[in-house]
């Protein structure tokens, strides 16, 4: 089913005035016996033209964006928990911890929401703090 994906993100880095970001797209929505996912063209930064992302959201309450292209990596959020996930760039890789502090998941096979609030941290130094909310509606 065709979807429009919009995107806010704040991004909290040392104690600076939140970076926000927002994102409209048209994407695609599926339905499998244990996951929803949109997948979608990615432009939230300069040079990330191209690269498309896939966010699954899991009846367990994981909640995971896949990104492929220029940037690849695979970003895994749960409630309480700390994932690795590798992080492919241009300018090299790197192994970046995500833990999750909240999950709300209400997206189903018509649509709905998704808000997540997690850190970035590399050798558990933090790097960031993050929350998001994806709003996907069904095109009519």
């Not at 927002?22 to 996912?37: I, M, P, Q, W």
């Not at 940037?71 to 590798?86: P, T």
């Not at 909240?102 to 997690?118: P, Q, R």
């Amino acid at each position: 089913m065709d979807v429009v994906v919009t995107i806010k993100g704040k991004s909290f880095t040392g104690g600076r005035e939140a970076d926000i970001t927002e994102l409209c797209a048209v994407g695609e929505l599926k339905k499998s016996k244990d996951s929803v996912s949109v997948t979608y063209e990615d432009s939230m930064g300069a040079g990330l033209e191209g690269v498309v992302a896939t966010l699954e959201a899991f009846s367990n309450g994981i909640v995971t964006i896949e990104r492929t292209g220029i940037m690849e990596h695979k970003l895994m959020v749960e409630k309480d928990k700390r994932h690795l996930c590798l992080y492919q760039t241009p300018y090299g890789n790197m192994t970046v911890g995500v833990f999750g502090e909240e999950v709300h998941n209400a997206l189903t096979d018509k649509g709905g929401k998704i808000y997540m609030k997690y850190s970035l941290d590399i050798n558990l130094g933090l790097l960031s703090e993050n929350e998001i909310e994806i709003d996907v509606k069904a095109v009519n």
